[in-house]
């Protein structure tokens, strides 16, 4: 059972592995104890997601085989690169951020134009979520190189485009666990010196890249000479204070200054993937939190509606007294459903369990169940479908649609030749 399903188990058990292996050796203080509510609250919705992956057997039907099925995924390419095109556009001419901004004045600059935009750049703003699938699909099918591959290749690096005229970080960290998850699932590589050197120099990288795009967004936000103490004292920190023997090692003159700018980096990853717990157990026992009913993870829908007109107003919800902090996927499910959040997760894990079984079967399935695992290893740390990560499930709805309906006309075809 465990070893069919690996993917499933391993990505939740790496997940809970990397929160408690980051927290034992992170040197911070917890500032507000832990309310037995928080652990009870987590570990039932981690009960609900395996209990909802293990109810029920799917008996999936042994499709015909797709005649040509390198045809649809030459068309998925061509369709996402040309969302690709509309996204720039949006950005580019309509919104006018500039690759010569800072990430600060593209945020800005964007969100002043937003109102230019329609419905149709919002449509490929989302579906170009699912840069990923022509790759893991052609790893999946195992076809061989050519052009089409190339562009499948090439798709992954579109999102960091994106990424550095905003000054965001997540893409870079989410292309680095797609290309990991999906070659070592899918290629069954095998784990020796050659392939831990290369994931090391692949973190070392990503480390430098966000200690760079770190510094120059907040060098840019803050209007500080000392970006260095403004991030030490950031949002983070609140739950989880930096040791005064760390605090020290940032004051000491004789320290190296890329060597800081590096410990600093490290150190605020690693409240990045621990302090979501310490937030969510800061609001659980909280009377006047409003229940969002699903406005606070789901709210991308409502904007959508917005933009075509079928809602007055939008402004997302967020009725946590701290704003910007990440509270794990439970506690930012909790905002919306309270305790039913644990039937959430229940029908979460059904759903994963029949993505699974048809991944087994049907190609389509296969970069789907990449990013569930991507959601399974953050769930600890944050809400991954919140906002604009609902976007590749919703796109994957009718990519499927689009599939079937393609693989019905094609085996038509062959049955009349």
């Not at 987590?42 to 999936?60: E, I, P, Q, T, W």
């Not at 006018?96 to 750049?121: G, H």
């Not at 890249?209 to 403004?230: D, G, M």
Request: hydrophobic share 50%; charged share 15%; glycine share 4%.
């Amino acid at each position: 059972m465990i070893k069919t399903y690996r993917l499933f188990f391993s990505s939740v058990a790496f997940g809970i592995l990397l929160w408690m292996f980051t927290f034992l050796f992170l040197p911070v203080d917890v500032t507000e104890k832990v309310s037995p509510k928080t652990i009870f609250f987590s570990v039932s919705c981690y009960v609900s997601l395996v209990l909802g992956f293990l109810v029920y057997k799917f008996k999936v039907k042994q499709s015909k085989p797709l005649t040509d099925n390198s045809s649809f995924f030459k068309y998925v390419t061509i369709f996402l690169l040309c969302c690709f095109v509309m996204r720039w556009v949006d950005l580019f001419v309509l919104r006018e951020v500039s690759l010569f901004d800072n990430a600060i004045a593209n945020r800005r600059q964007s969100e002043m134009n937003t109102y230019k935009s329609n419905i149709v750049f919002a449509l490929a703003s989302m579906f170009k979520a699912l840069y990923f699938f022509p790759f893991v699909i052609a790893l999946k099918g195992k076809f061989r190189i050519n052009f089409n591959t190339i562009c499948a290749v090439a798709l992954l690096a579109f999102p960091l485009v994106e990424a550095i005229v905003f000054g965001s970080r997540k893409p870079f960290f989410e292309l680095f666990l797609i290309l990991i998850i999906s070659i070592f699932y899918y290629k069954k590589t095998k784990i020796n010196l050659k392939t831990i050197s290369v994931v090391l120099v692949s973190v070392v990288a990503l480390l430098t890249i966000s200690v760079a795009l770190l510094f120059n967004r907040e060098s840019n936000r803050k209007a500080s000479q000392n970006v260095q103490n403004e991030i030490i004292n950031g949002r983070y920190n609140d739950m989880l204070t930096p040791k005064k023997k760390v605090l020290n090692y940032f004051e000491d003159t004789t320290v190296p200054s890329i060597s800081k700018k590096y410990a600093l980096i490290i150190l605020q990853s690693g409240q990045y993937i621990t302090h979501g717990f310490f937030e969510f157990n800061h609001i659980i026992n909280n009377p006047d939190l409003e229940v969002t009913k699903g406005a606070y993870t789901f709210y991308p829908f409502i904007k959508i509606l917005n933009k075509i007109g079928l809602t007055k107003e939008f402004k997302p919800v967020n009725p946590s007294p701290r704003e910007f902090v990440y509270l794990t996927a439970f506690g930012s499910v909790f905002l919306d459903f309270r305790w039913f959040t644990l039937l959430f997760f229940f029908l979460f894990g059904f759903v994963q369990r029949y993505v699974y079984d048809k991944s087994f079967s049907n190609i389509i399935h296969a970069p789907l169940l990449i990013y569930l695992a991507i959601i399974n290893v953050f769930l600890p740390i944050l809400n991954y479908v919140r906002g604009a990560g609902i976007y590749p499930i919703v796109g994957f709805i009718f990519l499927s649609g689009a599939y079937y309906y393609y693989l019905k006309k094609a085996n038509e075809k062959s049955t009349n030749t």
